[in-house]
């Protein structure tokens, strides 16, 4: 089947959201997002026996085997695949597909980590394999963590296009306003541009106010064919297109050009043309912002603005509240929380944006959203678009 006819055949039909920003001693990255699996399946107006797909991840290879167990599910299919970041969106595409082979009818997607309660650097807790490439390659000279890689990305950013650090402050200010609406964001005190300057330098030009909270967090979604959804509790958000490539080299030094690769580019053109959309009918964006230079080459790259000219698209205030482009509107993984993966907080922040959920940072009008998350370093690329019913 070409990836066109997919466009609007599933829709998610519930969410639910647990442990956001901060757990309670004695919670799980399991029990959380199964308390965040049972409440989407109420939200969508079904019972834990609808459910027969199974798609979950968190540090946990048998992700999807253990939240069966503890829900006292008996699906017909599990998925537990981990690509990082994105992989909810990758679970989303995988659900279709399953659905489109008639392995499942409704499908349950979870996620869930305790990354600040159990005091990890890591969303598992679990320190690097040194038989491992990265291991061998990054880990000797310093490159502990995620942070090093996108500092060089910033640097490269600065040194070809002359990006300032005002404009990596303008996407952390904005991210602040939009979490100062959402009243479980754990990034809430105001913040001015002077504040930004004056944070401490993590990984030079990276400061603290560039880099995501580490919280944790837990989210469902379940998936189900359109026409069942209509038929459903809540307004069904329609998948209206998606795009993914990978192209890990062992470690990140492999990438051939850190700002500028065209996969990114590429996914957001495929994503677009299976919706059979263009991006002027896009209303509403969420980047995956692990990191402020994230937004700058997210802008870019999919082609809101052109390259080396994000640092003044977001200037004035033009990504925030109020802004002439809306985007990251529960605050992001900058301000809202970032629980070891932000994916699903990205996925259902967009759902309920698309049902006017949100209240007093619901963008008006809002029929087409597009998202774009990542996983690993500059490894693994999705787009997705979301769509109403009016679409």
């Known amino acids: 089947m070409d990836p066109k006819d997919l466009s609007g055949r599933y829709a998610i039909a519930g969410v639910g959201e647990a442990g956001m920003g901060k757990a309670k001693p004695g919670d799980t990255a399991l029990s959380l997002q199964c308390d965040a699996a049972r409440q989407a399946i109420v939200d969508a107006g079904l019972k834990p026996s609808d459910i027969d797909g199974v ?3 968190w540090d946990d290879r048998a992700a999807g085997l253990l939240v069966t167990e503890y829900m006292g599910l008996a699906p017909r299919y ?9 992989s909810n969106l990758t679970h989303i595409a995988h659900a279709m597909a399953a659905m489109e082979a008639g392995l499942c009818e409704v499908a349950l997607i979870s996620y869930g980590s305790t990354q600040r309660l159990d005091r990890s650097r890591s969303p598992g807790g679990a320190a690097q394999d040194a038989r491992m490439p990265s291991g061998q390659f990054v880990l000797p000279y310093g ?17 070809r296009y002359g990006t300032r650090a005002e404009d990596l402050g ?17 990034a809430q005190a105001p913040l001015t541009m002077e504040d930004y300057l004056a944070s401490p330098m993590i990984a030079d030009p990276l400061r603290k106010l560039d880099i995501c909270q580490v919280t944790d967090s837990a989210g469902a979604v379940v998936l189900v064919r359109a026409d069942r959804a209509r038929d459903l509790r809540r307004t069904p958000v329609l998948v209206r297109g998606f795009a993914e490539q990978y192209i890990q080299h062992a470690t990140p030094f492999g990438t051939d050009d850190w700002i500028d ?7 957001g053109r495929m994503a677009l ?26 802008l870019e790259e999919l082609g809101f603005c052109e390259r080396g000219e994000s640092g003044d698209f977001v200037r004035g205030g033009r990504i925030a509240p109020g802004g002439a482009f809306p985007m ?15 994916g699903m907080p990205l996925l259902i922040e967009s759902v309920r944006q698309l049902r006017g959920d949100c209240g007093e940072r619901q963008v008006q009008g809002v029929r ?24």
């Open 55 to 57: 798609f979950a991840h």
């Open 78 to 86: 599990v998925d537990s695949t981990v690509v990082g970041g994105q």
């Open 143 to 159: 490159m502990l963590s995620p942070i090093g890689f996108y500092a060089m990305q910033a640097r490269l950013h600065m040194h």
């Open 170 to 186: 303008e996407v952390a200010l904005a991210a602040r306003r939009w979490a100062q609406l959402k009243p479980d964001a754990v």
């Open 261 to 267: 690769n065209g996969v990114l580019a590429k996914m």
């Open 273 to 298: 043309e299976r919706a059979n959309l263009t991006r002027a009918d896009i209303d509403l964006v969420q980047i995956y912002d692990a990191f402020t230079i994230n937004v700058l080459v997210g």
């Open 328 to 342: 990251n509107t529960s605050g992001g993984g900058l301000s809202f929380n970032h629980g070891g993966m932000f």
């Open 368 to 391: 087409n959203c597009l998202m774009q998350a990542g996983g690993l370093v500059m490894s693994a690329y999705m787009v997705m678009v979301l769509g109403t019913e009016s679409s």
